[in-house]
């Protein structure tokens, strides 16, 4: 059953380099409260107490703004084969940017993916697993590319404009931090290589 410790185990560790998709909580202090599955290769465990994981471009971008208000995160995993599990990982986050030192080392870390827009850093206070029982069993089948394809179609010029359009705000108005940052002749994000 559910068990509550400090940092993370070797096995969930592992646990976590095995799913295909997290989710992520976060919250200003008012507002809405935001969950937004993430996927692709985007996430990263440095140590037992620190992850980060690149955040792409999407239609919205209320991470980026409820970070910039609150620096509370929760990250969820859900096991949907194999053994039942439910891991959280609760902590509070930072946002690298583009050009910005930190972003540009962590960047090396994943893959090049046409669109990426940030880096959030996490640090750990309390993992907390859970039974699963009730989740679903469920069989992956294939990453979906329509997003990197999106990106890499509208090139630099073009996720530019599209940030400027859709990333700048909150859904609640919040600023998101994206004003100034840049993307490559290429598509992808400076530093992101």
């Known amino acids: 059953?559910?068990?509550?410790?400090?940092?993370?185990?070797?096995?969930?560790?592992?646990?976590?380099?095995?799913?295909?998709?997290?989710?992520?909580g976060t919250a200003a202090t008012e507002g809405r409260v935001n969950?937004?599955?993430?996927?692709?290769?985007?996430?990263?465990?440095?140590?037992?107490?620190?992850?980060?994981?690149?955040?792409?471009?999407?239609?919205?971008?209320?991470?980026?703004a409820h970070l910039s208000?609150?620096?509370?995160?929760?990250?969820?995993?859900?096991a949907f084969d194999g053994k039942p599990l439910i891991l959280r990982l609760y902590g509070t986050a930072g946002i690298y940017?583009?050009?910005?030192?930190?972003?540009?080392k962590y960047a090396t870390l994943f893959p090049r993916i046409p669109g990426s827009r940030q880096i959030i850093d996490m640090s750990i206070d309390l993992v907390q697993t859970s039974c699963g029982f009730a989740v679903p069993l469920m069989d992956f089948r294939e990453e979906r590319d329509i997003l990197s394809n999106w990106a890499e179609k509208k090139g630099a010029d073009g996720i530019r404009a599209y940030w400027q359009e859709k990333n700048l705000k909150s859904i609640d108005g919040f600023d998101t931090g994206m004003g100034t940052a840049s993307v490559s002749k290429q598509g992808d994000i400076e530093g992101n290589r």
């Open 97 to 104: 940017h583009p050009g910005e030192e930190s972003f540009e």
């Open 1 to 24: 059953m559910g068990k509550k410790i400090p940092c993370l185990s070797p096995e969930l560790i592992d646990f976590i380099r095995d799913q295909r998709i997290f989710f992520v």
């Open 35 to 64: 969950v937004s599955p993430k996927g692709m290769d985007t996430f990263r465990v440095i140590d037992a107490g620190r992850v980060v994981w690149m955040n792409l471009t999407g239609s919205g971008n209320e991470t980026a």
């Open 69 to 78: 208000l609150s620096d509370r995160m929760t990250i969820m995993f859900c």
